[in-house]
DNA sequence: TACTATGTGTGATTTTATAACATTCCCAAG
DNA sequence: CTTGGGAATGTTATAAAATCACACATAGTA
């Protein structure tokens, strides 16, 4: 699903690229986060919501370093560990992704059911946008059924120049 | 982690997955690489020929320090630079490619024409296969032009199992 | 209560990648 | 040929990303 609900701005660019109102975007995320986590019973602990919280509000994809940095600040555990072990926690429960392309981890803009996360990474401003993607309905799809391989998991990244460095360029 | 000892053939899967005459696949490609090098004036260096021959013998995704281990065994310098260099001027080139999601390196199998590789990863053997794949083709590019976003490159790696591992595991 | 799983804090280390600068090599202009 | 500039290489040092190992704390449970 590409489009956002009302309140994640009304118009076409998926998050990441768009406008919207940030504060009620990160209160819905933390609380359907932890909706979620209640009815799996997985433990939303402060560490795993602060990290959360810390990418929702940057909407962008942050280093594990600048993470922690910003763990430091709030008085959690400011060696490396504590952000990587609440990153794979997000990560492994779909509430955040790792952008492999750029070492850096992002939240996932919806959460919901399991799905196969797809971004376009702005090569000069940083924007990441997510979206999704079947990679394995194509090509490689085919490929894989081919030769017999068996997919789990799909990196998608598309690299480029989101629309605002575009107009940037042009002007 | 991504380094391996052992000689190609001996075990595992190979290139795609196949076995094939792996003397003249090697010798083949650096054919191909010269004669393409010289094409368009690009200078197949003493470092970056045997860098891309390293890539082409082990027949798998290799780490930059593996890759510099084999350089010093060959007298080639033995610092990072020297190793991060030539893989820039491979991959800058369609000659190698970088599979982001193990940082490290492997030989493009079909160097010839500009394409969009995708790639196949056991999680169990690490052994890689490239493929095609057009991502820009479906949902993403859907998305991609919907929010204006110019598409200029595209990361397509999925993990899973391989075929030889498949039957290990199921056995 | 005590037991056990899981999570957190911390120091140290490993792995991956780049910065900075000197030197060498290629090759074309003079 | 020789010389000057750009590209490639070599080397030292350091930055950035990720993991290991182990101690301690806390939640949930018998």
Redesign the pocket.
Request: charged share 20%.
């Given at each position: 699903m590409v489009t956002n609900s009302d309140e994640h701005g009304s118009d076409g660019p998926p998050l990441g690229f768009a406008h919207h109102d940030h504060g009620v975007c990160v209160s819905d995320a933390l609380a359907a986060a932890e909706a979620r986590c209640a009815a799996e019973r997985?433990?939303f602990?402060?560490?795993?919501r602060k990290v959360l919280e810390i990418l929702l509000q940057e909407h962008r994809a942050l280093?594990?370093?600048?993470i922690l940095d910003k763990?430091r600040d709030d008085?959690?555990?400011?060696?490396?560990?504590?952000?990587?072990?609440?990153l794979?926690?997000l990560v492994a429960n779909g509430l955040a992704h790792?952008i492999?392309r750029?070492?850096?981890?992002i939240a996932c803009v919806h959460p919901s059911r399991s799905h196969t996360p797809a971004f376009m990474i702005c090569r000069l401003c940083d924007a990441v946008a997510e979206t999704q993607s079947s990679p394995a309905r194509g090509a490689l799809g085919e490929a894989a059924r081919a030769t017999g391989f068996r997919i789990e998991r799909t990196v998608v990244e598309a690299e480029g120049v989101c629309p605002a460095c575009v107009d940037k360029a042009d002007a």
């Open positions: 997985l433990r602990t402060p560490v795993r280093g594990a370093y600048a763990l008085g959690f555990g400011s060696q490396p560990p504590v952000a990587y072990r609440a794979d926690f790792k492999e750029l070492n850096a981890f």
